[in-house]
């Protein structure tokens, strides 16, 4: 029996990715991938054997579709006790629900839509209240008995707990809203990490610096922004899932493993699909920089779908080298020095007819430009340029003051 994963999505743009991440793991179980045990991200009904994930899903409250079936209240009803008034909604078809191919059976107790607040489509003319980090934490108290009860709901269905794996929305209040949830979770499991994908186009850069910062500083957890627009969501969803994924070392173990001297910054990697050209893996590693690193601490990847007979060319090369994932740690050893770790791994059927490489980096040079570029980013803003809204939901200078100086603190560790 493997020690379980509790999956975290918190926020729209996550549930979209979020859905994919279930999608694959669906078509995993079909084909019997025997690299993944599935009592690690299902609970399975004793009559029928389907599964059902271990997950926490928040959003709003109009995308949960047939899993959850919310109608619109009718603001002109005298049983409509909504805070907020609801005047001619047009409601977006394209919901990540929708979206979702699994047969597992999504349960109640996992599904969490927010009070009061509802999803708008691009094209609507409102504007989303739903859009600063304090308000995320307000939200959190006056919903915390249902996420409290969700969540001992999922943590009891758990013999042995390795992690958590989540995704949250950095572009909004859902930035907030997760934050609260990492502080609940690191007081009732304090010795598990919880491996934070903030996920988001063009973010806020406040709501960014307020999540990130108190991941990394308060709680000392893994980190990792995702914050490319190039990415699909399928595409992103498989780096998520595949960096992670280990035969021998627990998210815990692996954790320890990639973020040494406290150093919780990391960096998601991905080659996907991984098109070798008609060369083998050993020559595209020599004329590729697909890794780009600078000054690594550490580093976890992940190859599939790369077979023996591409790896190098055994009439030049008398290698003793068996799978990928071997022959790009000897790669990356040679050309990075012994000081990273390497997981080497490596399961050569394919995914969907492609090859790719995935994984996590903990760079120094890259977590150094990430923090300048977002210090930079929070000088143009100062306290006196922040919004009217920021300062009504009881977000003030010396708040403002400690992130900066907080930001200060994370730039000045990777220096």
């Known amino acids: 029996m493997g020690r379980e994963i509790v999956t975290l999505q918190i926020g ?25 045990d599935y009592n690690t991200y299902y609970t399975f009904n004793k009559k029928t054997n389907v599964p059902s994930p271990r997950v926490l899903i ?10 959850f079936n919310e109608k619109e209240p009718d603001v002109k009803s005298p049983e409509n006790t909504s805070s907020i008034e609801i005047v001619n909604r047009e409601i977006d078809d394209n919901f990540w629900s929708k979206n979702l191919k699994t047969k597992a059976k999504f349960h109640r107790k996992s599904l969490i839509p927010l009070i009061d ?59 907030g809203l997760f934050a609260s949830v990492q502080d609940y979770l690191v007081d009732e ?23 990130v910062v108190h991941s990394l500083i308060e709680n000392q957890m893994p980190t990792i922004p995702c914050l490319s627009s190039n990415k699909d ?53 020599d004329f590729n920089d697909i890794f780009r690193l600078e000054k690594p601490l550490a580093c976890h990847y992940f190859i599939r ?6 790896l190098y060319n055994q009439d030049v090369y008398n290698f003793n080298i068996q799978t990928s994932a071997e022959l790009t740690a000897t790669y990356l050893r040679e050309q990075y020095g012994t000081k990273m770790f390497l997981s080497t791994d490596s399961w050569i059927e394919k995914y969907d007819h492609m090859s790719f490489i995935t994984g996590l980096f903990n760079d120094d040079s890259h977590s150094l430009k990430f923090f300048e570029n977002l210090k930079d980013d929070m000088k143009k803003i100062n306290y006196k340029t922040v919004s009217k809204r920021w300062e009504e939901n009881e977000f003030d200078e010396q708040m403002f003051e400690q992130l900066m100086n907080n930001l200060n603190t994370l730039h000045e560790q990777y220096q």
């Open 12 to 36: 729209n743009d996550s549930n979209n990715v979020g859905t994919e991440l279930w999608n694959q793991l669906d078509v995993e179980h079909t084909h019997d991938n025997a690299l993944i």
């Open 58 to 67: 928040i959003d709003y409250r109009n995308t949960f579709g047939t899993l």
């Open 117 to 175: 607040y509802w999803y708008y489509s691009s094209n609507h003319n409102e504007e989303n209240q739903f859009d600063i980090y304090p308000i995320g934490q307000q939200i959190y108290k006056k919903m915390f008995d249902e996420i409290e009860h969700s969540l001992h709901y999922l943590l009891e269905s758990c013999d042995s707990l390795q992690s958590f794996r989540c995704l949250y929305d950095v572009n909004d209040a859902f930035s």
């Open 189 to 211: 499991c304090p010795k598990k990490p919880i491996w934070s994908f903030g996920i988001g186009d063009r973010p806020s850069s406040l709501n960014l610096s307020m999540s």
């Open 233 to 285: 969501k399928s595409k992103l969803s498989l780096s998520i899932q595949h960096s992670l994924l280990h035969s021998n070392l627990t998210l815990d173990l692996l954790a320890d493993r990639l973020c040494p001297m406290k150093k919780y910054f990391l960096k998601l990697f991905s080659k996907i699909p991984l098109d070798l050209h008609d060369k083998t893996l050993h020559n595209y590693l």
């Open 305 to 310: 779908g790369i077979e023996q007979k591409q």
